[in-house]
């Protein structure tokens, strides 16, 4: 790939994820202020969420949010913390001279997600909406995030930076698929001519689906051409790190991010 179409697809991807992050804070941060100051109880923000971004059924649900503090709170507040920090792994420079950030930063990720993971699953069967095709998409979706963590965590141990850059990528586009749901929930409402309960369950599977794909896409646009390419940058930064520090092993090799 010749280096102006990587640029391309780079700023694309960048553009993406900072989409899906701003979408993340502002759905997060709409609960949370309502939790504080009521906002949804003022006309003109209940007009907006009920006819313009949730629709009559879902907007109902969303308010009995409310009866659920503790839940809702933790699940809205790790939810800005890891859409705000995830994506620093994904930073080149970072990666490349600051090793002990980027290791903190994807641990802290894996542990946001998990939790996050947990508080989601209490609001899909303790405070559901929907039942069982509701349940459905979160379960799976769990396991298979589960998975490729630990399949990260093999690549890393193995010392293997260029599987475990895609495994990073897998889980970070499914753990942004929650805020690719919101698209998708707009989307159905306002051209499907459904109420919300009837396609709720198929937005999990789109956003989620549609954004592990994505993700996928960009490993493959992004990788390496062949096994000696990986090989020689390995060992060219495996050379660099014995030249700073005298110790080989410091740092990891950079990959498109």
């Given at each position: 790939m010749s280096s102006t179409l990587q640029w391309v697809f780079k700023t694309f991807g960048w553009l993406w994820v900072f989409i899906f992050v701003m979408i993340g804070i502002l759905g997060a941060g709409v609960h949370i202020l309502d939790h504080y100051y009521l906002v949804a109880d003022r006309p003109a923000v209940a007009n907006v969420l009920q006819n313009d971004i949730y629709?009559?059924?879902f907007f109902i649900?969303?308010?009995s949010f409310r009866g659920h503090p503790e839940s809702r709170l933790t699940h809205m507040f790790l939810g800005i913390a890891f859409v705000v920090i995830a994506p620093w792994q994904f930073v080149s420079r970072i990666r490349r001279h600051h090793v002990k950030l980027h290791r903190a930063i994807g641990i802290t990720s894996v542990i946001l997600s998990f939790i996050l993971i947990?508080?989601?699953l209490i609001f899909t069967f303790k405070y559901t909406y929907?039942?069982?095709v509701e349940q459905a998409p979160t379960v799976t979706y769990s396991l298979i995030f589960t998975w490729i963590?630990?399949?990260g965590w093999k690549s890393?141990?193995?010392r293997n930076f260029a599987k475990h850059r895609e495994w990073a990528i897998r889980g970070f586009s499914m753990m942004m698929g929650i805020s690719a749901t919101r698209v998708w929930f707009y989307l159905f409402l306002k051209l499907s001519g459904l109420p919300s309960n009837q396609f709720f369950s198929t937005i999990f599977w789109l956003g989620l689906g549609v954004n592990l794909l994505i993700?996928?896409?960009w490993i493959n646009l992004t990788r390496p051409r062949d096994r000696k390419e990986?090989?020689?940058r390995d060992h060219a930064t495996a050379a660099r790190d014995f030249q700073i520090s005298g110790r080989p092993g410091q740092e990891q090799p950079a990959g498109a991010g």
């Open positions: 629709g009559k059924e649900h969303w308010l947990y508080t989601g929907t039942g069982f963590v630990l399949m890393i141990k193995e993700g996928e896409i990986v090989v020689l």
